[in-house]
């Protein structure tokens, strides 16, 4: 009987930890009740819920610029469409507009401010003349200033693509150079900055991890952006890439290139400096420099002149 006590003790033991674990892990009553409850009163919104949550301009204004673009996409020809969708992909979509809302936008502000205008002057009793011309030269310039807008847009995007891109291309160098694979090199570039390039870097891998090729996906950078340099340095890669030369050599090369052409900006604008200096010397300083030196003997002259 000795011998078993402590079998039976162990055995005892072993059954009260059991016991213990299953109590502690098995839920209080309340809260399988809370759990159930939270399952079942959680209420799938609708259809009318869900676009209500969307904003103002998802709701009402693309509806409208897209039925504007629809009524003018019979007069316009399939080449200005496809043109107005390369500018939009070339100023990295703005607010997400197409084609059509882009050209609904047009519409809307050509007629808007020309009919606001026509109302104001009806309203004023105005000639046939003011009723006619000032409101059709309002719409006029109202349809033109959306495409003025974006045309400053992809200048400007183009320009800090320009910029940051030397920059890039030394860091991606370095980076393969030190062991990195193009793509994790090129990962790294886009987590070192937060330009539009390296925007555009991350969208590039983005598509070849969904499964599209490394070419497929620069060539598609270059269209996108459509940077001289940058369709340059996309060429030599996708080059390399063909003809199993080495990436190494290629970004070193190119990174060289890059500085070379930065340094070559720097100077041409370095030189246009002084013809840019030109109309504000001769209109605002040169002006006020002879008023400065001249205006006191003015009225000494003049009297000299009257007697």
Do not use: C
Not at 43 to 71: D, H, I, N, W, Y
Not at 72 to 101: C, D, I, W, Y
Not at 274 to 287: A, D, E, R, T, Y
């Amino acid at each position: 009987m000795q011998q078993m006590l402590p079998v039976l003790s162990i055995t005892i033991m072993v059954v009260a930890l059991v016991l213990v674990v299953l109590g502690v892990r098995k839920p209080r009553p309340q809260v399988v009740i809370e759990e159930r409850l939270s399952q079942f009163g959680h209420r799938v919104p609708t259809l009318e819920e869900l676009e209500l949550q969307q904003p103002f301009s998802e709701r009402v204004l693309k509806p409208l610029l897209r039925r504007l673009a629809g009524m003018m996409s019979r007069f316009a020809p399939k080449t200005s469409h496809q043109r107005l969708r390369q500018k939009l992909v070339e100023a990295g979509n703005p607010a997400n507009l197409g084609p059509a809302e882009f050209t609904g936008l047009r519409v809307l502000l050509a007629g808007g401010l020309g009919g606001l205008l026509f109302v104001l002057f009806l309203m004023s009793g105005s000639s046939l003349l003011y009723l006619i011309l000032f409101p059709a030269v309002v719409g006029a310039i109202g349809y033109l200033l959306p495409g003025i807008w974006l045309g400053t847009r992809i200048k400007r995007r183009k320009t800090a693509i320009i910029r940051a891109l030397p920059d890039a291309i030394d860091l991606l160098t370095i980076s393969v150079e030190a062991g990195l694979g193009f793509d994790p090199a090129l990962q790294r570039v886009v987590e070192k900055w937060d330009n539009e390039l390296t925007r555009e870097f991350g969208r590039m891998l983005s598509e070849i991890r969904m499964g599209q090729s490394r070419r497929e996906a620069l060539r598609d950078l270059a269209a996108r952006t459509n940077v001289d340099d940058l369709n340059v340095f996309v060429s030599a890669v996708v080059q390399a890439d063909q003809l199993g030369v080495s990436i190494t050599q290629v970004l070193r090369v190119q990174s060289k290139q890059m500085r070379m052409r930065r340094r070559q900006r720097a100077e041409e604008q370095a030189h246009k400096a002084p013809v840019k200096m030109i109309f504000p010397m001769v209109f605002l300083i040169f002006p006020a420099l002879y008023i400065v030196l001249l205006g006191p003997s003015v009225p000494i002259v003049w009297e000299a002149f009257v007697r």
